[in-house]
């Protein structure tokens, strides 16, 4: 098929040219590019939701019950799983096929996998293109799954507006582990398998580290009061069960309000939310932590509403336009990067450099460091 039919194809809705397009991007081939900016004019509507957490935490078998929540909510799903194998679970592109069968049958919801590739940027710039194409082909929701081992949890912020971390009952000394990457990322939290013993116990534990990050500066209160202020002045106010939310996140206020807590930019922030009367683009969220059972399709009903309100504050505090920035910013970032690496190693390499002072750094001739400014002198004249 050629591009000029697939793209017709696409824009009529068709999910096989959906499918033939994702391939494309994936296996990098020269029309992929094309695609994405054919494209690209039709993109930034979609909810994207990123699902991470460690490996065999249920995620899988919670974006099928969340797919199937979102439906029922009359929203078209797509799904990316990226890297889905873990050692856990074992083969599991087959095995989340198995999982989602429910959902997959629908024609409101479209899912694919895809596999690490396993080479530098070669993961996120497949996946943050494959989000694109599905936004661009309209689904009204898109949730990327992916493993929370390194680096994929940081890239998933990058990619998604809302964060739902999974964990899972148990964890102990795990939680404080893992706190300092995991829970700065999350904006939502589920705690899945919470038909186990101690669900209950990670929930406090989550809620603790959060209420503590919450409160310092430099916490994981990554937005800022006064970011986007303003933004979403004369915009709705957030709705009754937003409110309610906020009200429970609000339980510091009161010392806050009389000013001794130690962050006032948090206590503003709270007493906004307490009050619902100041500027919307000083409302802060606070993530809320909720019990699921994925396997038995428990809670999921709540974590959709949590991951909607987040939607909502995202929209009416001017967020979701400074995560637009963020985005662009970011995307041109690692083009520009995987571009100039490119052009940089094929200059050196075309001229013998890249060989000649790989041998010269492994004999100790030379240092890794004059051996790059030699070739950044050479080959891009600095
Ligand atoms: N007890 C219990 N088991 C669950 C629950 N949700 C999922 N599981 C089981 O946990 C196992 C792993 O589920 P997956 O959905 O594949 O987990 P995952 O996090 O996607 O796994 P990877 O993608 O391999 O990291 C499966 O056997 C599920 O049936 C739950 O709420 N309670
Ligand atoms: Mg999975």
């Given amino acids: 098929m ?11 809705g068709d999910r096989r040219a959906l499918a033939r397009a994702i391939t494309w991007v994936e296996n990098g081939t020269p029309e992929a590019a094309e695609l994405v900016r054919a494209t690209f004019p039709d993109t930034g509507r979609a909810h994207v939701i990123g699902i991470t ?25 797509g799904i990316v799983a990226v890297d889905p194998t873990s050692p856990f679970s074992g083969g599991a592109i087959l095995g989340d ?18 596999a690490s590739r396993g080479h530098l940027g070669g993961i996120s710039i497949a ?24 680096q994929s949890e940081v890239e998933i912020m990058g990619l998604a507006h809302t964060t739902c971390v999974v964990l899972i009952p148990g964890m102990g000394d795990d939680v404080q582990a893992i706190k300092a990457g995991i829970l700065e990322i999350g904006d939502v939290f589920g705690v899945n398998k919470a038909d186990r013993d101690g669900a209950d116990r990670t929930v406090m534990e989550i809620e603790m580290m959060l209420d503590l990050g919450h409160m310092g500066e430099g916490g994981i209160n990554r937005w800022p009061a006064d970011a986007g202020a303003g933004a979403g002045a004369g915009g709705p106010q957030p709705g009754a069960a937003a409110m309610q939310r906020l009200d429970r996140a609000g339980h510091h206020s009161a010392e806050e309000a009389a000013g001794t807590a130690d962050s006032p930019r948090s206590a503003s922030a709270h007493a906004a939310e307490r009050h619902g009367t100041a500027n919307p683009g000083d409302i802060s969220w606070r993530p ?10 428990q809670g999921v009903e709540a974590l959709v509403e949590r991951m909607n309100e987040h939607l909502q504050f995202l929209r009416e505090t001017g967020r979701w336009e400074q995560l637009k920035h963020r985005d662009a910013a970011a995307k041109l970032r690692e083009l520009i990067t995987a571009r100039v690496v490119r052009i940089m190693m094929e200059r050196a390499g075309s001229a013998g450099d890249l060989e000649r002072l790989t041998n010269a750094v492994a004999d100790r001739s030379t240092d890794p460091y004059s051996a790059v400014d030699e070739v950044l002198r050479k080959h891009l004249g600095r």
Avoid: Y
């Avoid at 050629?2 to 009529?12: G, S, Y």
């Avoid at 935490?57 to 929203?75: E, H, P, Q, Y």
């Avoid at 599905?134 to 898109?142: E, K, M, N, S, T």
């Fill in 2 to 12: 050629d591009i000029t039919t697939l793209l017709e194809r696409f824009k009529n």
């Fill in 53 to 77: 957490g460690p490996p065999g935490a249920g995620k899988s078998t919670l974006v099928d019950r969340v797919a199937a929540r979102f439906r029922k909510l009359g929203k078209s799903v």
């Fill in 97 to 114: 096929r198995i999982r989602m069968q429910r959902t997959l049958a629908d024609p409101g919801v479209f899912m694919r996998s895809l």
């Fill in 127 to 150: 996946t943050g293109d494959v989000v694109s194409l599905l936004d661009a082909f309209g689904f009204d929701v898109i949730i990327v799954e992916t493993v929370g081992a390194g």
């Fill in 288 to 297: 809320p932590v909720t019990k699921t059972v994925a396997k038995d399709d």
